[in-house]
């Protein structure tokens, strides 16, 4: 089940404390003396002490005022400070940005729905429009996520929403497919050469380079050129010297038909690729994702995991997967 959603281009800042790290809904919560069920979303960010560079984009656009009303429910998504410093951006860095720039970031982490963590059902992944993209939604026996960020704390019911608090990271709106992601990316110029050489058409499939410009929502393992070298592609030149046919199959093994986060791998399952009688299979190695293809004598690790783009999900990994 999927929701499509009007997100709306407003959030505030904050970090209350609660006992608990998933708060159910709730008719009444009490936190420093403040009845959370019965005060706004704008209330509670702003007696926050965590989630002040959010709270500081908020106001900066004047959206908390919305945030503030009885228009909702509203679900936000909040980044604490900490979340913000682990993904580079500084107080000063917002205060640089233009206000369309945050009113970009924060409507992409508001919708105008409820959603509490028991509403994402575990087999599926809710999808929240905002601004034409997408926001992905998981809840399963790994816990709550947003585009494969883990939500610290859930489910902080207010009397015109609920606030998800994030601590990792800051979820930020995808710019450009992933056709430009690999194209722009130069530890993946033999990948580019090999998907600019794969065959237009090959057993009925389209050229991979147009699934990865025009199709989604899609998940793509990307290896990187050390894979290549690693497979007996010396340089660039040998990639454009291969049977184009080959190239294509191969680059196509590479496809999941659907969205796929690392957090969604309960640690052992197999995927099926684009080649629908071909599948992947994923391990996890401790904290470590993996993914084997048919012939690989050994896994492929991944290097960097849920990198999102406007039309799917990015995996480079250190190995060429073989179909």
């Known amino acids: 089940m999927k929701f499509r959603l009007t997100i709306y281009v407003i959030m505030p800042l904050v970090w209350i404390w609660i006992a608990g790290a998933i708060l159910p809904a709730c008719n009444k919560s009490t936190h420093s003396g403040i009845d959370t069920a019965h005060s706004t979303i704008t209330t509670l960010l702003k007696t926050s002490g965590s989630s002040t560079y959010f709270y ?23 980044p604490t ?15 640089a940005s233009s206000d369309s720039s945050l009113k970009s970031m924060l409507s992409y982490l508001i919708a105008d729905k409820q959603l509490l963590s028991s509403s994402i059902k575990a087999t599926d992944q809710e ?62 110029t033999y990948l580019t050469t090999a998907l600019n050489r794969a065959s237009t058409n090959v057993s009925g499939f389209g050229r991979p380079n147009d699934f990865l410009a025009n199709v989604g929502p899609i998940t793509f393992f990307a290896p990187t050129n050390q894979a290549f070298r690693a497979n007996g592609y010396a340089d660039t030149s040998a990639i454009n010297a291969a049977n184009p046919d080959s190239l294509a199959l191969t680059m196509l093994y590479h496809f999941l038909p659907a969205i796929l986060f690392s957090t969604d791998v309960p ?48 995996f480079t990994i250190d190995q060429v997967l073989k179909p």
């Open 267 to 314: 640690g052992e399952q197999r995927s099926v690729t684009y080649l629908s009688s071909d599948s992947v299979q994923f391990n996890l190695s401790g904290a470590s994702l993996q993914v084997i293809g048919n012939h690989n004598t050994v896994p492929a690790n991944v290097l960097k995991a849920n990198t999102m783009a406007t039309n799917g999900v990015l």
């Open 127 to 188: 999808t929240i429009e905002s601004d034409n993209q997408s926001v992905y939604l998981t809840y399963n026996s790994n816990g709550f996520f947003i585009n494969g960020i883990p939500i610290a704390r859930a489910d902080l019911v207010a009397s015109n929403g609920v606030i998800q608090f994030i601590t990792s990271s800051v979820p930020q709106q995808p710019k450009t497919d992933l056709f430009h992601q690999i194209h722009s990316d130069t530890t993946l």
């Open 56 to 78: 500081y984009a908020m106001t900066r656009t004047g959206f908390d005022a919305v945030l503030n009303s009885n228009l909702g429910p509203f679900t936000v998504f909040v």
């Open 81 to 95: 400070d900490q979340a913000f410093g682990n993904s580079g951006l500084s107080k000063a860095s917002l205060e």
